[in-house]
């Protein structure tokens, strides 16, 4: 079955407790992206990836690191947690072409105490 | 530049219709919309590419104006099931920013 998957589903953390967001997607997706979800602000792109080895900030990617060392694969690190970054994140896959719609992982609610 | 959407709610009743519009200042380079229900992740709906396109998808269907700097959703005739949160998208070079989204409630 395609699909995106996210690990963990839920987190509660504390401030300054390193933690990794892991996707890994199955269909061959040359782009992926990271977003966050809060109330009212919609959906907010932190980083994305056109490939691996390639990766590129969105609008918010303060507090935030990813990599892609494989193709599958784009984990998202909060190195220093803080309680603004609770929120709902989302990783997202497409392939890169005018058509290319994004499959959406079905999401990781972290709260930072 | 992040799209703006309107209305940011609307409540309909089963079988009314509605219309969500998403615009920009600047022209876009494509569209593309979204359905999130509660809890769940967004779900693609549709996406255009030209000015002056039209598309559809059962009761749900979409333009997008000539400047491309706007586009709206059609939902006719709606169903419990359209209810949610929708989305537009439009590319920026290589990144894919959404609007602040349209909440669409449907009751019996």
């Known amino acids: 079955e395609a699909q995106v998957t996210q690990n963990p589903r839920y987190l509660i953390t504390v401030t300054g407790k390193k933690l990794t967001v892991t996707c890994s997607q199955n269909?061959?997706?040359?782009?992926m992206s990271w977003y966050r979800q809060d109330p009212g602000l919609g959906l907010r792109q932190i980083y994305y990836?056109?490939?691996?080895?390639?990766?590129d900030k969105g609008d918010v990617p303060e507090g935030y690191k990813v990599s892609r060392k494989e193709k599958r694969n784009f984990p998202l690190i909060l190195e220093s947690p803080s309680p603004n970054q609770t929120s709902l994140y989302f990783c997202?896959?497409?392939?890169?072409?005018?058509?290319?719609?994004?499959?959406f992982g079905e999401g990781s609610r972290l709260t930072v105490l | 530049q992040q799209p703006v959407q309107s209305p940011q709610a609307v409540i309909l009743r089963e079988g009314e219709d509605a219309v969500i519009n998403c615009s920009s200042s600047?022209?876009?380079?494509?569209v593309h919309w979204y359905r999130q229900k509660h809890g769940e992740a967004p779900v693609f709906l549709m996406i255009?590419?030209?000015?002056?396109e039209q598309k559809g998808h059962e009761k749900i269907s979409a333009s997008f104006n000539e400047k491309k700097q706007q586009s709206s959703l059609y939902l006719t005739a709606s169903q419990l099931s359209y209810s949610g949160t929708y989305f537009c998208?439009?590319?920026?070079?290589?990144?894919?920013?959404f609007g602040t989204g349209t909440r669409l409630q449907v009751f019996p």
């Open positions: 997202a896959s497409s392939f890169i072409r005018e058509s290319g719609e994004l499959f």
């Open positions: 269909m061959n997706h040359e782009y």
């Open positions: 990836s056109m490939n691996v080895e390639v990766t």
């Open positions: 600047k022209a876009l380079y494509s």
């Open positions: 255009l590419l030209k000015g002056g």
């Open positions: 998208g439009s590319h920026n070079t290589d990144k894919l920013i």
